[in-house]
């Protein structure tokens, strides 16, 4: 392209520079840490507060993992912004187009606005949802009490969302980062005596105070970065950047909410079996300590995102498919072997949870069982977000539609519901969907590989002056 007045190639920066210029190998390194270190840190914060929770006993364990149900179709929302953020800001840097990625932080932030407003279209439906859960009388009052002061954490945390995937758009994994290192440590510091003094409702209000010292971080560090923006921006609509936006995220937002919709009905067709008590904590303390494993996933994948999105933006289709399968192989690895780690120590840690053996048991076996799928679930993770960066949004998409609810949901409800099976064949059919989807991701991505030279940035308008 040629040089803009607003954005001369000279005006590169070192975020820049390190995606599309820098060794593959170091690039992934330097990119990956800071945010794998946040993912990992953030894991740990929601062991920390299910770890507090759970001397409440099983009721209020089993409550926060039906809010997390519905926290998980909150997140897919923003997941829709942030993912189509990323993407566009990524490849807007790497056309050397300032001028274009600032117009993305405004609608990127009108949009976070909204959605976190929206969060609070749940509370009239609660109750339906918590029938749908099948929740006993006590576990569904304890939701209650959780989710409601939840909800105040909905605009921060979808506003901070934005702004963290503004900076990975540019590869600042650093200022994200320390946002996490507030929210979390500012979390377990309060959740503690929250807890003790109010229960859930304790739980909740520390998870909103974190939040907001995260927001208001990452609120002062735009002002400082190449992004910032006049305040008088952000009272303007761009359709051209709302629209490539959409394009971007609306595909994502399916298939996360096809992810968070699968979760939900699989929490509910698991409350089948004979204890559900059990079956609800279990899935909960096991989703939550999993994260250890995916949450690296996370890390690689949003490095594998800004590699090929800042790549394809500077005409790089090489480069771009190079860090893709780099970014694959190192996920790969962490995460198997931190699959390994819970298949031989299931037991010790699900131990650290419960007192109860039958929910030890549980816990036990869900992670030795998904343990297996971890190699998989690393390849259907970063290569999904190489696909994004890229701009192909409806294949990971679809993917996630058709490992949830054509191999997963069905083959679940007849175990659990119709031929009343034990709770490890619900963990296998699992393992075995989780693999299904990597499978899926590593083949689509190696069709489109072949035609990379077809990837081009997507479009949009300079905001007016």
């Known amino acids: 392209m040629e040089d803009h007045p607003d954005h001369p190639r000279s005006d590169r920066n070192a975020h820049q520079s390190l995606a599309v210029g820098a060794p593959i190998g170091r690039a992934v390194g ?21 770890y507090f929770v759970s ?90 009490v959780y989710l409601l002061a939840s909800l105040f954490a909905g605009l921060p945390l979808s506003l901070s969302f934005a702004y963290m995937a503004l900076f990975r758009g540019i590869g600042d994994m650093v200022s994200p980062l320390i946002s996490v290192l507030l929210a979390v440590g500012s979390h377990l510091l309060l959740v503690f005596p929250f807890v003790h003094l109010w229960g859930l409702w304790g739980a909740g209000a520390a998870l909103c105070l974190s939040r907001l010292l995260s927001l208001l971080f990452l609120l002062l560090r735009l002002r400082t970065s190449p992004l910032s ?40 067709i698991i409350s089948r079996v004979p204890d559900p008590v059990v079956a609800q904590a279990a899935l909960t303390t096991g989703m939550r300590v999993e994260a250890l494993a995916f949450m690296p996933g996370i890390a690689f994948a949003i490095t594998a995102q800004t590699l090929v999105g800042q790549n394809v933006g500077a005409g790089q289709w090489e480069r771009a498919r190079q860090a893709a399968w780099q970014a694959t192989g190192y996920a790969v690895g962490v ?93 296998w059919v699992m393992a075995l969907s989780t693999a299904l989807s990597g499978v899926l991701t590593a083949a689509v991505f190696q069709a489109k590989d072949k035609k990379a030279r077809g990837w081009r940035p997507l479009p949009i308008g300079h905001p007016q002056s």
């Open 30 to 50: 330097l990119l990956t840490v800071p945010t794998l270190i946040a993912q990992v840190v953030q894991t740990f914060g929601w062991l920390g507060e299910i």
């Open 55 to 144: 001397g409440l006993g099983d009721e209020a364990t089993a409550a926060v993992g039906a809010v997390g149900q519905l926290g998980m179709f909150l997140m897919a929302l923003m997941m829709m912004v942030s993912t189509s953020t990323t993407t566009l800001t990524a490849q807007r840097w790497g056309a050397d187009d300032k001028v274009g990625a600032q117009a993305v932080v405004a609608a990127a932030l009108q949009q976070a606005l909204l959605v976190g407003l929206l969060v609070w279209i749940i509370w009239p439906v609660r109750h339906w949802l918590w029938a749908f859960f099948r929740l006993s009388e006590t576990v569904a009052h304890n939701a209650d």
């Open 229 to 268: 923006v006049p305040l008088g921006s952000l009272r303007t609509v761009d359709r051209s950047v709302h629209a490539a936006l959409l394009q971007l995220g609306l595909p994502a937002a399916i298939g996360s909410l096809s992810m968070t919709l699968a979760g939900a009905v699989y929490y509910a």
């Open 335 to 427: 995460m198997s072997a931190i699959g390994a780690i819970f298949f031989i120590f299931s037991e010790p840690i699900a131990n650290l949870f419960t007192n109860h053996p039958p929910t030890a048991a549980a816990i036990a076996s869900y992670l030795r069982i998904n343990a297996l799928s971890e190699p998989f679930l690393a390849v259907a993770m970063s290569l999904g977000g190489a696909l994004r960066g890229a701009g192909d949004t409806f294949s990971p998409a679809l993917i996630s539609v058709f490992s949830l609810w054509i191999a997963r949901m069905p083959a679940t409800y007849w175990l659990c519901a119709v031929a009343k099976k034990d709770l490890p064949f619900a963990w």
